[in-house]
């Protein structure tokens, strides 16, 4: 065969591998939407007893009611029902992530 053929194919082999690496790599450390089998508030409270209970998790600041904001102003979609944000924190992570080049 060629050399710059067995080259060519070689570098589109090595930049679609490295792209199905990259993606099964990003996959796994993404945050993943799942719905729960449990109510909104039931939910909500888990979230609330768990981030505590986790070591150097807190929240520095009360949850925030965004479905009570939006339906003030006209803005919450029909399909949306309640949405509420939490503000999570972990010291050690964000130093880690603050302190990145």
Known sequence: MNLPIV?????????????VA????????MVVA?????SFEATCEAIE??????EGWSFPM???DMSAKLSAKGGLPDKIKQIRLYFMCNPGV???VLGAE
Not at 7 to 14: D, P, S, T
């Open 49 to 54: 007893n768990v981030v505590p209970a986790a």
């Open 94 to 96: 964000a130093n880690v």
């Open 22 to 29: 990259m993606v099964m790599m990003m996959r796994s450390k």
């Open 34 to 38: 799942d719905r729960s089998s449990k």
């Open 7 to 19: 080259l060519i194919v070689g570098f589109v082999a090595g930049v679609v591998i490295t792209i």
């Open 62 to 64: 009360e949850s925030f």
